[in-house]
Protein backbone atom coordinates (compact mmCIF):
# COMPACT_ATOMS: atom_id res chain seq x y z
CA UNK A 1 0.00 0.00 0.00
CA UNK A 2 1.05 3.52 -0.88
CA UNK A 3 1.78 5.65 1.75
CA UNK A 4 -0.44 8.58 2.35
CA UNK A 5 -0.18 12.41 1.43
CA UNK A 6 -0.13 14.59 4.61
CA UNK A 7 -3.95 15.85 3.36
CA UNK A 8 -5.03 12.13 3.49
CA UNK A 9 -3.38 11.22 7.00
CA UNK A 10 -4.72 13.60 8.41
CA UNK A 11 -8.59 12.67 7.02
CA UNK A 12 -7.90 9.45 7.64
CA UNK A 13 -6.85 10.59 11.39
CA UNK A 14 -9.49 12.59 11.98
CA UNK A 15 -13.04 12.33 13.71
CA UNK A 16 -15.84 12.40 11.20
CA UNK A 17 -19.13 14.33 12.35
CA UNK A 18 -22.21 12.74 13.69
CA UNK A 19 -23.98 12.43 10.78
CA UNK A 20 -21.01 10.06 8.99
CA UNK A 21 -20.18 7.76 11.56
CA UNK A 22 -20.33 3.81 11.00
CA UNK A 23 -21.77 1.56 13.39
CA UNK A 24 -21.35 -1.85 14.22
CA UNK A 25 -22.05 -4.50 17.02
CA UNK A 26 -20.97 -5.77 20.44
CA UNK A 27 -22.83 -9.06 21.18
CA UNK A 28 -22.88 -9.99 24.36
CA UNK A 29 -24.96 -13.20 25.71
CA UNK A 30 -26.24 -11.21 28.89
CA UNK A 31 -27.75 -8.03 27.77
CA UNK A 32 -27.43 -8.91 23.69
CA UNK A 33 -26.64 -6.52 20.73
CA UNK A 34 -24.87 -2.75 21.88
CA UNK A 35 -25.00 -0.83 19.22
CA UNK A 36 -21.44 1.03 19.14
CA UNK A 37 -20.94 3.89 16.95
CA UNK A 38 -17.88 4.91 15.46
CA UNK A 39 -16.27 8.13 14.40
CA UNK A 40 -12.78 7.40 13.80
CA UNK A 41 -10.97 5.02 11.65
CA UNK A 42 -8.70 4.31 14.71
CA UNK A 43 -12.02 2.91 16.72
CA UNK A 44 -13.10 0.54 14.21
CA UNK A 45 -9.12 -1.18 14.18
CA UNK A 46 -9.21 -1.17 18.25
CA UNK A 47 -12.88 -2.95 18.28
CA UNK A 48 -12.31 -5.22 15.24
CA UNK A 49 -8.72 -6.21 16.32
CA UNK A 50 -9.48 -6.54 20.57
CA UNK A 51 -13.00 -7.61 20.22
CA UNK A 52 -13.97 -10.83 18.50
CA UNK A 53 -17.47 -10.25 19.58
CA UNK A 54 -17.32 -7.29 17.59
CA UNK A 55 -19.22 -7.19 14.31
CA UNK A 56 -19.61 -4.95 11.14
CA UNK A 57 -21.14 -5.05 8.06
CA UNK A 58 -17.70 -5.16 5.98
CA UNK A 59 -19.43 -4.10 2.59
CA UNK A 60 -20.27 -1.13 4.67
CA UNK A 61 -16.57 -0.23 6.25
CA UNK A 62 -15.49 -0.39 2.34
CA UNK A 63 -18.15 2.16 1.18
CA UNK A 64 -17.74 3.91 4.27
CA UNK A 65 -13.75 4.37 3.71
CA UNK A 66 -14.15 5.33 0.34
CA UNK A 67 -16.78 8.02 1.35
CA UNK A 68 -16.38 9.05 4.28
CA UNK A 69 -12.74 8.87 5.04
CA UNK A 70 -11.63 9.55 1.41
CA UNK A 71 -9.30 6.73 1.15
CA UNK A 72 -9.98 5.04 -1.80
CA UNK A 73 -6.61 3.00 -2.10
CA UNK A 74 -7.70 1.33 0.86
CA UNK A 75 -11.23 0.58 0.31
CA UNK A 76 -10.71 -0.79 -2.72
CA UNK A 77 -7.94 -3.36 -1.07
CA UNK A 78 -10.79 -4.55 1.05
CA UNK A 79 -13.20 -4.52 -1.98
CA UNK A 80 -10.61 -7.32 -3.08
CA UNK A 81 -10.65 -8.98 -0.11
CA UNK A 82 -13.90 -9.59 0.54
CA UNK A 83 -14.36 -10.73 -3.24
CA UNK A 84 -12.12 -13.62 -2.09
CA UNK A 85 -12.65 -14.42 1.21
CA UNK A 86 -15.60 -15.44 3.54
CA UNK A 87 -14.50 -14.03 6.39
CA UNK A 88 -12.65 -10.61 5.79
CA UNK A 89 -11.84 -9.91 9.32
CA UNK A 90 -8.25 -10.62 9.82
CA UNK A 91 -7.37 -9.77 6.27
CA UNK A 92 -8.99 -6.21 6.91
CA UNK A 93 -7.45 -5.58 10.36
CA UNK A 94 -4.47 -6.00 9.07
CA UNK A 95 -4.69 -3.69 6.37
CA UNK A 96 -6.54 -0.79 8.90
CA UNK A 97 -3.46 -1.36 11.07
CA UNK A 98 -1.01 -0.90 8.44
CA UNK A 99 -2.58 2.64 7.27
CA UNK A 100 -3.01 3.77 10.84
CA UNK A 101 1.01 3.52 11.18
CA UNK A 102 1.46 5.15 7.66
CA UNK A 103 -0.22 7.71 8.57
CA UNK A 104 1.32 7.71 11.91
CA UNK A 105 4.53 8.11 10.30
CA UNK A 106 3.17 10.72 7.73
CA UNK A 107 1.80 12.95 10.71
CA UNK A 108 5.52 12.35 13.10
CA UNK A 109 7.47 13.72 9.34
CA UNK A 110 5.70 16.69 9.17
Known amino acids: M ?5 ELAIRITREVDWDERIEGALFDPGPGEMV ?16 PNFQMDFHELKNWIHGIIGDEELADLIDEVLSRSRDPRQETVLLLGERLQQCAQVLCEK
Open 2 to 6: NPPSE
Open 36 to 51: ERLFRLEDVYNLLSGL
